[in-house]
């Protein structure tokens, strides 16, 4: 999947958070199957177990039955039709989610091959906050970074100071 572009950025940024709010003794359950940043996280002590590719439109049994301290989620609600259901039978009271956000110059990514991999939402901020709100959760802490591209055009331009990413620290009330 990413053949000569690991986007250590986004992977850099994203350890950065989760280190600054989630302990490494607390049980993540990352929805998404096992992928490099699941392999970044067990590297640097988090006990991290991984959905197996359930459909979480449809099948919310991984979540409402997991027994994990948190529940990270990068770059998965995009891909899901109706987030809002999944994120409000999360049993966990802490949530790390990032998306990508939607960038006004550029249209939303669709896979031609892989039907997994589309996006249906490419989110504002604060259409995630309100996803994430509406759910239950309160917001905690957030940032923001761009990524760029080492290609010639207006788009990379915008992309050098455009934020590309979204993360969020999401507790809520049990």
């Known amino acids: 999947m990413y053949e ?3 986007p ?3 992977y850099r ?3 950065e958070f989760l280190q600054k709010h989630i302990a490494p003794d607390e049980a993540i359950l990352d929805l998404g199957v096992e ?3 699941s392999d970044i996280m067990k590297s640097n002590g988090y006990q991290v177990t991984n959905t197996q590719g359930e459909d979480l439109d449809v099948d919310f049994s991984v979540v409402s039955e997991a027994n994990a301290d948190v529940v990270t989620a990068f770059e998965i609600f995009e891909h899901l039709v109706a987030p809002f259901n999944v994120l409000r039978e ?3 009271k802490k949530l790390v989610a990032s ?3 939607r960038l006004w110059f550029s249209t939303a990514y669709r896979s031609k091959t892989d039907p997994w991999d589309r996006h249906y939402h490419e989110f504002e901020d604060w259409q995630f906050d309100w996803v994430l709100e509406k759910a239950g959760w309160h917001i905690k802490d957030t940032a923001k970074w ?3 591209t080492r290609k010639i055009g207006l788009r990379p331009l915008l992309r050098l100071f455009t934020p590309r990413y979204y993360i969020v ?3 809520r009330d049990q």
């Open 90 to 92: 999360i049993k966990s």
């Open 35 to 37: 992928n490099p940043f």
């Open 13 to 15: 940024h994203t350890l």
């Open 169 to 171: 620290y999401a507790e």
């Open 146 to 148: 761009t990524n760029p």
């Open 4 to 6: 000569n572009n690991f």
């Open 8 to 10: 250590n950025k986004r």
């Open 99 to 101: 998306i990508p956000m």
